[in-house]
Each structure stands twice: as C-alpha cells, then as structure tokens.
C-alpha cells in the first residue's frame, strides 16, 4: 500500500476534490455537496445487500458519509446526500470506527459517497491500519469523480464499485444537476481500472461496474454496457432493477414508474450478448439488507490509537 498520498487537509480551504470544483473555503463554509471542516455520517451499518463478494459472512461494514457531489432528483437517501442530515466525526472516531468493522467481522470496508471527505479518510486508513486494520477497502461511488483525486488516492482502495448513471450529459444535468456527467465518468472509471484492473474475488480487488436500469433508458444502459465490454470484457457489471421513483421523479413523465420486466430483461441480453458476465441485482424491498451496529469507540480505544500514531511517529523521528 502506498502510504503517502498527496492528499492534505490543506485542499479544504479551497475545495477541488470533486468535478464541482467549487473552490469553496470549508474551514468555514459548506460546498455544494454540502460537506463543511469535518468527516460527516449518516451511519454505519452491517449490509448483507452489496454484490456478493463483497457483502459474504457478516456483510461489508457501510459508512454512509453525508453530502454528495452529484443531486439525483431520485436519490433514496436524500435526507445525508443532499439535506445534510448526519453527524460530525473526528478522524481518530473514524479510525476507530473501521477497527470495529473489522472486529464485527465484516467482509469488507464499504465507503459510500467518500470524495469530500477524502483527506480524513486517508488518514483514518493510515491509523487504523497502524493499529491492524486489513480489509478490502471499497470506494462505492458515483463515478462523477476527477482523475486527479482518483490519482492522489491511489493504492489506497483495493476495490472501485462504480456506478454509471448515465450515458448522456444532458440525462446527468436534468436528473443528477451536473452538466457533464458521461465525460466525466468515463474518464473516471477508465483511470480505477488502470490503478486496479477487472474486480478479481480471489484478491478483493478491482473494479466492478454497477448500472441502474432507468425507465425509458433514461440510464443509456446500452451504451454504458458497450462501454465496458470495449474497456475490458473481464470487469464484472452488477446490472440492478430496483429504482424505485422518489422525489422529484415522482414528477418526471420519464422516470415516474419503476422498470418493466421487458426493460430489465433487454439490458440482460445486451450484457450477454456483449459477453459480460457478474451479478443481477433484482428488487431487494422485501428483504431485510441492512443490519445497525454499535460501531461508537470508547475513549481508550481511542487513546490506543492516538498513542499508536505518537510512538510511530517517535520511531520515524529517531531514525
Ligand atoms: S467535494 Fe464538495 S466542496 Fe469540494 S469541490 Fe466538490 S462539491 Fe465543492
């Protein structure tokens, strides 16, 4: 693992970590994700309801940061991605927090919508892993991510989960509010395969695309899957039905209903017939996925890790 990545907390005080570039000061302000000076959750839950591989045993460990760079009008947790709802975390809580997962014994670390708040990530990485922390770390995202922060990560995230949403800028500005979703993605998930290659269950690690069939091909499917097949046939898609019209989609003549079964099975033969393989993710609202844990840390707990990272660093000091 690399363990010096070029990422400082510094780059908050003018925030370009995602395509929004906003530039916005968050030592003092919220950007237009919404993510302000410190690490901000949702929760951390057990969830059995990820691809297999990554969810086996217990289930991948699932941070659900608050704030997100792109505003689906669909989005199912609206309340952290957009409203802001959540809780303010120091990094050593967030060290703390991934020991637990990993002592819980969940099968991997799942970081849902982690950019904004990459440099404390980095760094609760680096102290818990001081501290033993091994699992296959996740970056479960969007795809609307810049190939520079991608670069400053790197080495970092053993497995890229990346969504794509849209093969159509104009679909991404009407639906998601960002004016240049697919040249955007594209570019982003051409640079996770290069750090890690197609996703490869005997190493947890890789890349694993996932498509959410919209109605009406809103989603672009096709192409996306044509994408893909065209980047490396290896990479596993994860092909999911279960959009379900929140929101503002509640409104939107396009996107007001849930999929056919048809619309479903056509994007299944065009993955066929592409020669792509990996996983369906059929309508999971009547299983229960998810699973609240106690993953709050002590004080001592904390201070273990806190004296960890002071003795590491008194041993670089004196060589
Ligand atoms: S991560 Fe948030 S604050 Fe930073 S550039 Fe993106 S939208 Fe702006």
């Not at 297999?52 to 199912?76: D, H, N, R, T, W």
């Not at 056509?266 to 699973?291: H, N, P, R, V």
């Amino acid at each position: 693992m690399d363990d010096t990545a070029d990422i400082d907390i510094e780059i908050l005080k003018e925030c370009t970590l995602c395509p929004r570039v906003c530039r916005v000061d968050r030592t003092r302000y919220i950007g237009m994700c919404t993510a302000g000076r410190l690490p901000k959750l949702s929760n951390i839950v057990l969830h059995k309801g990820e691809e297999p591989p990554l969810s086996k045993g217990m289930g991948a460990s699932a941070v659900f940061f608050s704030g997100c760079q792109m505003k689906c009008i669909y989005c199912q947790n609206m309340g952290f991605s957009q409203r802001g709802v959540g809780f303010e975390i120091t990094v050593e809580e967030l060290a703390c927090a991934f020991l637990k997962a990993q002592r819980g014994s969940a099968s991997t670390l799942d970081l849902v919508s982690p950019t904004p708040y990459l440099p404390w990530i980095i760094k609760a990485l680096d102290m818990s892993r001081k501290c033993g922390f091994n699992l296959p770390v996740v970056y479960n995202t969007s795809s609307y991510e810049r190939v520079d922060t991608l670069r400053k990560i790197e080495g970092y995230m053993d497995i890229y989960l990346a969504d794509i949403r849209y093969t159509d800028n104009q679909m991404g500005m009407k639906y998601s509010k960002v004016p240049d979703y697919w040249d955007i993605a594209q570019k982003a998930v051409h640079e996770m395969y290069r750090q890690v290659g197609p996703f490869d269950e005997e190493r947890m690690k890789g890349l694993i695309v996932r498509i959410l069939v919209l109605p009406n091909n809103v989603s672009g499917h096709e192409k996306a899957l044509e994408f893909v097949a065209n980047l490396d046939k290896d990479i596993p898609i994860s092909l999911m039905s279960q959009y379900i019209p929140h929101f503002g989609a509640k409104e939107d003549e396009m996107i007001n209903r849930k999929i056919t079964k048809d619309e479903y099975e056509s994007a299944l033969d065009k993955l066929i017939a592409l020669d792509l393989d990996g996983w369906m993710q059929l309508d999971e609202k009547e299983k229960i996925t998810t699973f609240g844990v106690d993953w709050r840390c002590s004080e001592s707990d904390i201070q273990k890790l806190v004296t960890e990272e002071i003795e590491e660093r008194e041993r670089s000091f004196n060589g």
